[in-house]
């Protein structure tokens, strides 16, 4: 996540010294273009590989610093959670076998990620969304600890003066909200980069901005977050909510978010984006710099621009411009597209990379400028579509043509991407293995996204929502590290009901009851009689308007009502829940180990544990469950003790037949011996 080197302490001075340090930069940048410092007439790809670190359950394993330090490569670094990675590949002319070596190089690096993690009981996963994350997963208790992801939570939180609020529609629906950014932490990409001349920027850009939608759209990976089967792809409303550092009065402005798609094709140069986000977005991170950008350009030197690229940094567009430094010492302007998820294997991921790649290469010379073919609205409101609906997306494409994702990519774009690598002198073997690959995914309609959803779909109500989820996840484990792109893979089952299914009931988080029905203090005492009695229920949570519990109602409370007001003849239909509710009641955290959980509903003799995170209830355990618990363990340890008695009697039975075949031998033995007595005499 870009520069370490940050001061933690955000001073009026500092920000007024840093902000000085950016405008010194832009300007030495400006310099820098107007006498053509920059490489020119040569094209680089690059690639940042984010990835998840996972438990042998699938949950994410907070060994990341560990892992690094056993590794010790230079090409990896920390991300902002303690299970989280990121590899940055090295830099590649495009041309010839560039995609399969970069390729080779993902295999290579996350295998030895993967070597590494072995030491401590973990493994790599390349998702975009880790299908088993948790709320609970993502604290400030998860961040590396790192001076600039500190920092970063601070700029954010103090710059919006209110708790993250998440909110996200899709086949579900959730609400969620921090008091950090740690959020950002459920996302992982693969961030391909582009290197362009100073004079091409601009068009290439605005080229870049408009093939993203169906990119995309042929991409999709993350369908789900925190259980809840929302976009195709999910990190894009996620990252943006997390990293949302506006006031409530800049929302209702509708001032732009740091993470974003933009608002218009630029215009004339690199410089059109930087100078907007230093106007609209307010230092988050400042660092020291005594760099005189503009002495060192004077000594015929090239600039690092500190504090431009810090700025830079944080500052999330989904086509973000980037200066940079070559080995050579030279400088350079590179595109780089964060749209792209992690996985769902490498193959697939450079067959994504290849697609857009191909179209940057060949869009400006086959069409001239986009923003005389197209509306910038129509490329954002394409952009949104492919996230939310993946290749079933209807888009708007040149000329106001609207047609599916589906048939714009087979038609239209796949004939020229692969004219765009063509044009590159890429290799005719990589350009067929992976447009080839992108192709078959397309016409199977199968992409990441949509094989975890049709995976779901088949398990049905199989186990938990926690085992079906860890099911996927180790299905989709298995899958990467056969290599058979996304398109081939069957869909998971479910667990064998009986394959470490106490993994599944460690903490109440993993079965509790989230299908709630809950009432209010003032309603009356009937409707919470129907709704047990309609759903089946014994106990009723009890909320504020706020969604804070408050109380409980159970079916022992209406009974103790019911002999109460036979006893006085009082009016029952006429009671508020508020009146015959248990208020404060005993509540746990997902994330209270089951057998704790057991023992306070012994002591403090309770039918029901309301769950709560956070303040929010989330769910709710009952003696139901522990019940259902409980004789799957007693089934368990019968299958066990049959399972020992078998063995025990074919051991005995194995016994048994070893001593008649000794016996039998001990005949054959005397026999033999008087045989040979009787030639000898």
Known sequence: MGEHEVNQNLSDGRVRDFTRALLADLRALERMLAEGRFETNVRRIGAEQEMFLVDRE????????????????????????????????????????????????????????????????????????????????????????????????????????????????????????????????????????????????????????????????????????????????????????????????????????????????????????????????????????????????????????????????TVWWWNRPCYGIGSDGRAHLRIENRVLPSGPTTLDEMANAAFLIGLMSSLREEHGDVERLMTFDDAKSNFFAAARYGLKAQLTWLGGQTLSASRLILEQLLPLARQGLQSASVDAADIDLYLGTLEERVRSGQTGAAWALGSLAAMGDAGTRETRHRALTSAMHEHQLKGDPVHRWPVAAAEDDNEDWFDSYRTVGQFMSTDLFTVRPNDLVDLAASVMDWRHIRHVPVEDDE?????????????????????????????????????????????????????????RRVGCLPVVENGTLVGIVTAQDFLEISGRLFEERERAEAARQADATGQAADQADEAGRSAERGKLAKAAARSDGAHTT
């Open 58 to 313: 699938m949950r994410p394993a907070f060994v990341a610093t560990e892992v690094l330090r056993r590794i010790n490569d230079p090409r990896l670094t920390t991300e902002i959670a303690r299970f989280n990675l990121e590899a940055n590949l090295t830099p590649l002319e495009l041309s010839g076998d560039c995609l399969s070596r970069m390729e080779a190089e993902l295999r290579e690096v996350t295998g030895r990620v993967r070597d590494g993690a072995r030491e401590f009981g973990a493994d790599v996963l390349l998702a975009g969304i880790l299908p088993t994350l948790r709320l609970s997963d993502m604290t400030l208790e998860s961040m590396t600890p790192n001076p600039r992801y500190y920092a970063l939570n601070e700029g954010v939180m103090r710059q919006r003066g209110e708790d993250i609020s998440v909110h996200i529609k899709g086949l579900d629906e959730i609400q969620a909200t921090s008091d950090n950014i740690m959020l950002l932490s459920s996302n992982t990409s693969f961030q391909v980069h582009l290197q362009v001349g100073p004079a091409e920027f601009a068009p290439l850009y605005n080229w870049a901005q408009a093939a993203t939608a169906p990119v995309l759209a042929a991409a999709v990976n993350s369908p789900l977050w925190v259980g809840h089967r929302l976009w195709q792809e999910t990190r894009l409303a996620l990252f943006q909510h997390s990293a949302d550092t506006r006031t409530p009065s800049q929302t209702v402005r509708s001032d732009p978010t740091r993470v974003g798609f933009g608002d218009a094709w630029v215009q004339n140069s690199i410089l059109d984006i930087f100078r907007e986000d230093i106007a609209r977005f307010r230092v988050l991170l400042t660092t020291e710099t005594d760099e005189d950008p503009w002495a060192v350009l004077d000594a015929g030197g090239t600039p690092e621009l500190k504090a431009l690229r810090l700025h830079n940094g």
């Open 547 to 603: 969604g804070r519990l408050v109380g409980v109602v159970s079916h022992r409370d209406l009974l103790r009502l019911l002999t109460r007001g036979r006893a006085d003849g009082g009016d029952a239909e006429a009671l508020t829940v508020q009146e015959i509710m248990k208020p404060h009641p005993v509540s746990v955290g997902p994330d209270t180990p089951t057998l704790e959980a057991a023992r306070i509903m012994r002591s």
